[in-house]
């Protein structure tokens, strides 16, 4: 190396390339031989110009070409032997830092020294604690590192390409005239079909927009096949957020997108994520996500924009006002619903393609014409407080993608005129033939009531809407009888006296509780106000709970109506504690 160089100079020792180019320079000029400089020292400058210029005299002697082919053969075993001097100069280096002193004579025993730099330090055992927790902190760290970059990834795609949106994204699809190489490739199990669907079909499922309301149990199903079978555009209408407790039978989304992973207290909204598993899925089709609730305000623009209406909800006003909705905007609706391990299924508003003029008379009854009378016991009625088997709103689902698409493609015979009723304890499916239209019917008759969205929202007031109910200002509730589970945990801890009512179903009780509530269903409340009168006796306050806030909210509504019309006697006062056991 050139400080190896450097050094020799310095104490007038030729390093091997040097000695290699010197020596080989004296025996091949016409000196002959070597002398003693060539391992004492270096050529002085006189005597390397007096060697050019017998080299130049010499030029065209005819010995010089020999001695200059044997040069170039010595010049490149040179070269050799002076890489390897550098190898072995640098490997040196490496096991004595202090290689010149001992070459100098500094050390007393140069050998012993050598040996003392070369030792290393002894090996750590393998079972050594503080290595074995060194290693497994590493581990977990790698793992953390891994995992916030997935989650980088995930908000970075979720933000870039995935937004919530609006009615006016909605686009208007065009007719498909013929299929791509690579359309023909993706569904062509369904182009094989000789049952009228085909080519046909499916260039018409391409040109179609459907409407799914709902992104939960059923509409997991039926935005999943929807979106693989290939329909041109779905538009995902969903409000709510993404939570653990959905995972067993929404399939639809990730456990990552949950409430309560991550240290994330508010999960990824469902629309938005059911857009992103049907784009994973289907990359071909185009897909709008609205985070609303269906309202006498917008469902009919909505359902206006579409071909088909699917009704996956958990609420019956969403049912009343998409029914209402599709009459009066002539659309096509497939309805289903499941609850604890039935379901059932039906189409409302569809009109047979065939030519036959007796047939098209022939109009079925719609939501209304089947449940004219809106029970109001039924608002209590929902998978959060009466539970659900996984997979029974899964099938309901995958039944109503079947009808959609039949619907689409006006192949085989669609359910508008039969109700379907799935058991699926006896795995029995039982059919019923629908009655004809009915002659009063509040929407669908000639003396129909119902002429517009509002009268239809007018009509649903006192029926259960969406579990939203209880979102920030929307409880209905004055301020102040809004209570934080911080503030009610104080009031436990001073001891005030107070009755806590836990208005959630019996089984959500007994699952767990707080110490002293009282449990009196929802359902039953308005049966049993004498009871909270008697609890209260004019001196106690009353806490109303349950799981998220919502039906305590609706509680406290009933009970302070019952307060201030004097029907109920004997209760002091009532509040609501906001979010529930889930908040506590």
Known sequence: SAAAREDTSVR????????????????????????????????????????????????????TSKKRSSWKIFQWWSDLISRASRSATSLLNQHSPNLNDILDGNEENPLAAVDERRRVAPSIPEDNDEVLALREEVAMLKKRVEEMENETKNNADINGTLHLET???????????????????????QLLLNDGFGVTGQKQLLSSSI??????????????????????????????????????RQIIHKDSNASG????????????????????LNPSISCTALDVMITGENALELV?????????????????????ACILGGKPLVSGSAMGTEGQLTVCNYQPKQSDSEVKKKQSACYRC???KQVLSEGCKSCSDNGVLGPVPGIIGT???????????????????????????????????????????????????????????????????PSVCALPNRDGLSPNQNVSCDDYNNLREEGKPHVLLDVRVTRQFEMCSLDGSVNLPLEELESKLAEVGELSNGELPVYCLCRRGFASAEAVKILQKAKDDDSAKGIHSVYNISGGLNSW
């Open 211 to 248: 409407l799914v309301v709902g992104a939960g149990g059923i509409g997991s199903t039926v935005l999943l096949y929807l979106a693989a079978a290939g329909v041109g555009h779905i538009t995902v209408v969903d409000y709510d957020y993404v939570e653990m407790t959905n995972l067993h």
């Open 167 to 189: 009615a006016d994204d909605i686009p208007s699809m065009p007719q498909i005239q013929m299929l791509q190489p690579d359309q023909i490739s993706r569904y062509s199990r």
């Open 12 to 63: 007038g020792v030729l390093s091997p390339s040097d000695w290699g180019s010197t020596f080989g320079a004296s025996v091949f000029n016409d000196g002959g031989g070597a002398d003693s400089t060539v391992v004492a020292r270096q050529n002085t400058p006189s005597e390397t110009n007096k060697e050019v210029e017998s080299n130049k005299k010499n030029k065209n002697d005819p010995t």
């Open 370 to 372: 089947l449940y004219p």
């Open 261 to 280: 992973v991550n240290d994330s207290t508010l999960g990824l909204n469902k629309a938005l994520s059911a857009k992103q598993a049907m784009l994973d």
């Open 399 to 465: 039944l109503q993608a079947v009808e959609a698409i039949k619907v689409v493609t006006g192949i085989g015979n669609v359910m508008h005129d039969r109700l379907m009723m799935y058991d699926s304890l006896h795995c029995s499916f039982l059919n019923t033939k629908k009655p004809p239209q009915k002659k009063n019917c509040a929407v669908c008759s000639s003396v129909a009531t119902i002429k517009s969205m509002k009268d239809s929202a007018d009509s649903l007031e006192q029926v259960r809407g």
């Open 304 to 324: 206006s924009k579409h071909d088909v209406v699917v009704d996956a909800c958990d609420n019956p006003r969403t049912r009343y006002l998409l029914n209402d």
